[in-house]
């Protein structure tokens, strides 16, 4: 499908290129064109390829960016948003949350991952992190809707295997333009050295980066130094997990030493600011971060404990709970959380083709509606966004060329009540 999106401001996210007034021209999956109107008024005077729109969309002077890449992510955790609230981790975990995940079925995670994607959608979210139960039926999930997912394994000792972890490798990763997986585990504390050891064999043969939870809590650190005598990271880096990089999940409670492991390594920290205060985990020392040239993406976390999948609150969170942690309102930059929300996130991902808005890249784009009273008046769009937006603001939301939501509208091949009403029955059957 040719479309054609014009009379926009066009923020592509790439290096050093400021804002501008173009155009984003798409052809089925891919970006073919980004121009600004200047550019394209030179271009059009010579023998410029003519082209048979199938769309073409007056954006009215909004603005067009990359989506946001959620990096961390369990999404048919739908089913306990607003029961499993307002009590301690562990409690949570062991009350709460494992007892109703054993119930669980493939087709109820097929059915409440579509969920999380009607508000992945809503938010501006054009690509997710998801470690999650049965990752067949939550990338059929995510290929019957059109969105784009990242899996990876949550390998522990309970659930899962080395052998099916290498399965799922091999499947996933042959040529399909929504789907990726990534190698990973549950956390240090759901996994027997043997397993990550064996983990560790497979990440060399393949060469593959490894991703898990990591240091979360002080229990968690805590525990393990108990257990081992080191804290989580430096532990996993002995073991040989973290030689082909990756990244860790929440990263809150980190040492020195921990940090030292990331930068050699080259690791994402993925924080996940909702989750981590809403669970009174702590806040995960961003700035320090940045200074110490550690590459930062975020993720909402799960819909049980955050329990909102909306970028905008996170990337609010990351600037405004790093300010409060530094004492320092000039810690955290709006344009630095902005990158992390976008190029960031898809470099944590490894989707190295939805990182920016430019030609080759894949259509992975979502409007800003700049025509309302938060985004008024426009002294600055991006401080804009993270300070003041909302998914209020987020008027279409395009995947590999798709227009999946648009104005209210969604196009995911079925209607919205149906996927209500089918997650409803689960959650009755559940709670039964």
Not at 287 to 310: M, Q, Y
Request: charged share 25%; with cysteine.
């Amino acid at each position: 499908m040719n479309i054609r999106l014009y009379n926009a401001r066009i923020l592509t996210m790439e290096k050093d290129k400021p804002m501008f007034c173009g155009e984003v021209w798409v052809k089925n999956e891919k970006i073919v064109y980004v121009a600004d109107n200047s550019e394209l008024e030179r271009e059009l005077d010579q023998d410029f390829p003519r082209i048979s729109w199938d769309l073409e969309i007056d954006c009215k002077e909004n603005l067009l960016m990359p989506g946001f890449k959620d990096a961390h992510t369990h999404s048919a955790m739908t089913f306990l948003r607003s029961y499993a609230d307002d009590v301690p981790l562990q409690k949570w975990l062991n009350e709460k949350v494992f007892p109703m995940e054993a119930k669980l079925t493939g087709d109820d995670i097929y059915h409440l991952t579509k969920l999380a994607i009607l508000e992945y959608l809503t938010s501006g979210i054009t690509a997710i992190f998801e470690m999650y139960l049965t990752p067949d039926t939550i990338a059929q999930a995510c290929m019957d809707m059109g969105m784009r997912c990242v899996l990876t394994s949550g390998l522990n000792n309970f659930s899962s295997s080395i052998e099916q972890v290498e399965e799922e490798y091999l499947k996933w990763n042959k040529k399909n333009s929504l789907i990726s997986y990534q190698m990973g585990f549950h956390a240090e504390y759901t996994c027997s050295k043997e397993l990550l050891y064996q983990l560790a064999q497979l990440s060399h043969k393949y060469r593959a980066p490894i991703y898990t939870h990591l240091a979360e809590t002080k229990r968690e650190v805590e525990e393990c130094k108990e257990r081992c005598g080191m804290t989580p990271a430096v532990f996993l880096d002995n073991m040989g997990l973290f030689e082909f990089g990756g990244g860790g999940y929440h990263c809150v409670h980190m040492t020195d030493a921990d940090m030292d492991v990331f930068r050699r390594r080259r690791l994402y920290a993925i924080t996940n600011p909702a989750s981590n205060m809403k669970l009174a985990s702590g806040v995960a020392p961003i700035a320090e971060f940045e200074r110490k040239k550690i590459p930062v993406a975020i993720g909402t976390d799960g819909p049980a404990s955050n329990n909102c999948l909306d970028m905008f609150r996170e990337m609010f969170l990351v600037t405004g709970l790093s300010k409060l942690k530094e004492n320092d309102a000039a810690s955290m930059d709006a344009m630095q959380v902005l990158h992390m929300a976008t190029v960031q996130g898809a470099k944590a991902m490894r989707l190295s083709k939805a990182d920016v808005l430019a030609k080759g890249k894949y259509a992975d784009i979502i409007m800003i509606d700049l025509h309302q009273p938060n985004m008024q008046p426009i002294h600055n769009i991006p401080k804009n966004i993270v300070y003041s937006g909302s998914k209020s603001n987020v008027a279409m939301t395009m995947i590999n060329g798709r227009i999946l939501y648009r104005r209210g509208e969604f196009n995911v091949g079925e209607s919205v009540e149906s996927i209500y009403s089918k997650c409803d029955e689960i959650v009755r059957r559940l709670t039964d």
